[in-house]
């Protein structure tokens, strides 16, 4: 679930419904948001506060010693064992946060090429994907927030014709 998801709520709108400090610039509205690219999230700041942030939409657990070689792009985490697994635990104790969507992809694979669909809130507003984000940092100090998107079972049969997870 949520492969590719769209973000077109201006950021000025999305902090004031989250009570959120923002110091970012208006970002575009982007239509087609995939893996690795920026992934727009809210968060406890270190002074307390709520406030936007951007970070890659990947994860790198804390303790890996390289961006790279850390195996396939996880851009989504189980929700029910999100607080057993190594590469989770401490971002779901400590660094929650809110990704901001107004949909999100999905694709039927029983058609041939395969027919996107995009879902969104009847009332067109923005919804709420819960997320964990983390601090990543190199032997030579580097530094990099990545983020995931936490998913559920999916619910219902008219669900299920696109995906197991939502």
Same mark, same amino acid.
């Given at each position: 679930?949520?492969?590719?998801?769209?973000?077109?709520?201006?950021?000025?709108?999305?902090?004031?419904?989250?009570?959120?400090?923002?110091?970012?610039?208006?970002?575009?509205?982007?239509?087609?948001?995939?893996?690795?690219?920026?992934?727009?999230i809210a968060r406890i700041g270190a002074d307390g506060r709520r406030e936007l942030a951007l970070v890659?939409?990947?994860?790198? @657990?804390?303790?890996?010693?390289?961006?790279?070689?850390?195996? =396939?792009?996880?851009?989504?985490?189980?929700?029910?064992?999100?607080?057993?697994?190594?590469?989770?635990?401490?971002?779901?104790?400590?660094?929650?946060?809110?990704? @901001?969507?107004?949909?999100?992809?999905?694709?039927?694979?029983?058609?041939?090429?395969?027919? =996107?669909?995009?879902?969104?809130?009847?009332?067109?507003?923005?919804?709420?994907?819960?997320?964990?984000?983390?601090?990543?940092?190199?032997?030579?100090?580097?530094?990099?927030?990545?983020?995931?998107?936490?998913?559920?079972?999916?619910?219902?049969?008219?669900?299920?014709?696109?995906?197991?997870?939502?």
């Amino acid at each position: 679930m949520c492969g590719r998801y769209v973000r077109k709520t201006p950021l000025q709108k999305l902090a004031r419904l989250l009570g959120a400090f923002n110091a970012l610039p208006e970002l575009r509205a982007s239509y087609n948001i995939a893996p690795t690219q920026p992934l727009l999230i809210a968060r406890i700041g270190a002074d307390g506060r709520r406030e936007l942030a951007l970070v890659r939409w990947s994860w790198v @657990p804390h303790w890996a010693k390289s961006v790279e070689g850390t195996g =396939p792009v996880t851009i989504n985490a189980r929700s029910e064992t999100v607080d057993e697994k190594p590469a989770f635990r401490d971002a779901f104790k400590y660094r929650r946060c809110v990704v @901001p969507a107004d949909g999100f992809y999905e694709w039927d694979r029983s058609t041939q090429p395969r027919q =996107p669909y995009y879902f969104h809130l009847a009332q067109q507003q923005p919804m709420w994907l819960a997320g964990l984000w983390e601090h990543w940092q190199d032997a030579h100090g580097n530094e990099l927030e990545t983020g995931v998107i936490l998913t559920s079972r999916g619910h219902g049969n008219g669900w299920r014709k696109f995906h197991h997870r939502m």
